[in-house]
């Protein structure tokens, strides 16, 4: 599976964004969808995961803020980010949990500042 992020970009804070993530298959059959983000000097973290069956988890740092959904129709995962901080700067990756394996995509920046 292969994956392309975009939609990233330099954004003021409270402003919006959204990610999007393209699968080179279908995304029907796909365990498991999610957005992880990288800022400078710290580890990747989980953002926001979506199962096949519709279940989300999303992290505390920015429940109420981002929504993650996936359309399979347009075998695209997306990511609503809200109310933007500059503490979300990070470089954005997709992913996908297929069969017993994982997939990346290769990253959108993100740039929260005025």
């Known amino acids: 599976v292969q994956l392309q992020a975009s939609g990233g970009g330099l954004v003021q804070p409270g402003g919006s964004l959204r990610l999007s993530c393209a699968a080179s298959?279908?995304?029907?059959?796909?365990?498991?969808m999610g957005w992880y983000r990288q800022a400078p000097g710290k580890d990747r973290e989980l953002v926001a995961r979506?199962?096949?069956?519709?279940?989300?988890n999303v992290a505390d740092s920015v429940k109420g803020r981002f929504t993650i959904s996936r359309d399979n129709a347009k075998n695209t995962l997306y990511l609503q980010m809200n109310s933007l901080k500059p503490d979300d700067t990070a470089v954005y990756y997709c992913?996908?949990?297929?069969?017993?394996?994982?997939?990346w995509g290769q990253g959108t920046l993100v740039t929260v500042s005025s």
């Open positions: 992913n996908a949990e297929y069969t017993s394996a994982t997939f």
């Open positions: 298959r279908s995304i029907f059959s796909i365990n498991a």
């Open positions: 979506i199962t096949s069956g519709g279940r989300t």
